[in-house]
């Protein structure tokens, strides 16, 4: 009778522990109410990207050469620190001038907003796309991808990008 019970409350361990880590790991892969926390306020209009563990925003500012640059400024909302990131960005389906796309970044921890900047040549319109493929964890054991687009405003002096 006792070691029938002890198998009992063994099984129930195990069945509490199994369901436990099922519900961690929904929350880090960007489920849970926890992923929200994080995510900055940014206005409608410079959104270009908001998925579970990246968002992106950006404008679009003429040069005196004539070329345009694009300002993207990225915002890490996962749990850990992205890995690997390689983002591919496309205004008017074609690729930047300078930098070469695909634009790797290494490590990219929580707190730091890194800013890119890109120089295209003039577009009458201003349609980005971004696709961003990276890998997130301890050893990068988790991947995800993302794509993203919309018409760029112009920007703004007084925005902070």
């Not at 964890?137 to 991808?145: K, T």
């Amino acid at each position: 009778m006792r070691s029938s019970v002890l198998i009992w409350i063994g099984m129930l361990t195990l069945v509490a522990l199994f369901t436990a880590s099922l519900v961690a790991a929904y929350q880090i892969s960007g489920g849970g109410a926890i992923t929200g926390a994080n995510k900055p306020t940014i206005p409608p209009e410079y959104l270009v990207l908001d998925s579970a563990d990246l968002v992106i925003e950006g404008c679009i500012a003429p040069l005196p050469s004539g070329e345009q640059e694009v300002r993207l400024k990225l915002y890490n909302t996962a749990l850990s620190a992205l890995r690997d990131i390689k983002m591919e960005v496309l205004l008017d389906g074609k690729p930047p001038k300078s930098p070469a796309s695909p634009i790797q970044i290494r490590r990219f921890p929580r707190r730091q907003q890194p800013e890119v900047r890109l120089l295209f040549d003039k577009t009458a319109k201003p349609d980005l796309t971004v696709r961003v493929r990276y890998q997130w964890g301890l050893m990068g054991s988790g991947a995800g991808a993302a794509e993203g687009g919309t018409r760029l405003t112009p920007c703004r002096p007084d925005h902070r990008l």
